[in-house]
């Protein structure tokens, strides 16, 4: 049985960037609540990770980019809201939020979407932590007033030119493309199973089998 959530983690009302939430649990929690199904029984929780970040409306958002390479992750990530039809913020990779969002969710497995986005930028910059009135935080801050002042701390990784829509295997990336998916599986603490390099059905790469 396939139990399929929406929206983000930063949006639970109990556990996101509160008042910028929705009135629900899109965590993995509220599967259980609203299926009747035991959490025990859940076997995999599969995350979906973009290989950079977005949001949509209001809210806290330390790696939000207001350049051009902000609008280039728009474009060419198709960045609109599904439901809303609103155009969506865009930042780099936030490894903050995704061991968050492993944590509180309890995930398994990571699907990581849009990685062919990225392909031709020189140098990929990943947020690992974060700056707060000289404190490093690697993890979420305490509280909101703190994630409204966060300032992201950078590690910065050499992209890829080359056309990845074609690959199949993690084998057929370029190396530097490799170099980075295992760099976010390292940083968000949970399998990045499969991979996606296309918007086609098909242009999906399986790392490890979801059972």
Known sequence: MLLEGSQGTLLDVDHGTYPYVTSSNP?????????????????T???ILKAY???VGSGPFPTELH???GEYLAKHGGEVGVTTGRARR?????AVIARYATRVNGIT??????????????NVPICVAY??????YDEMPPNQTDFHHAKPIFETMPG?????????????????AQDYVLRLEELSGAHISCIGVGPGRDETIVRRAIV
């Open 67 to 69: 350049d051009e390479w």
């Open 160 to 176: 890829w030119w080359e056309d990845i829509s074609g690959c199949r295997t993690f084998e057929d990336l370029p190396k530097n």
């Open 27 to 43: 965590t993995s929690g509220g599967a259980s609540v609203g299926s009747g199904i035991g959490p025990t029984r859940i076997t």
């Open 90 to 94: 865009c930042g780099w990779f936030d």
């Open 53 to 55: 970040t977005t949001r």
């Open 45 to 47: 929780v599969l995350g």
């Open 109 to 122: 497995d990571y699907f990581l979407t849009k990685l062919d986005v990225l392909s031709s930028i020189e």
């Open 131 to 136: 700056e707060i009135d000289g404190v490093r």
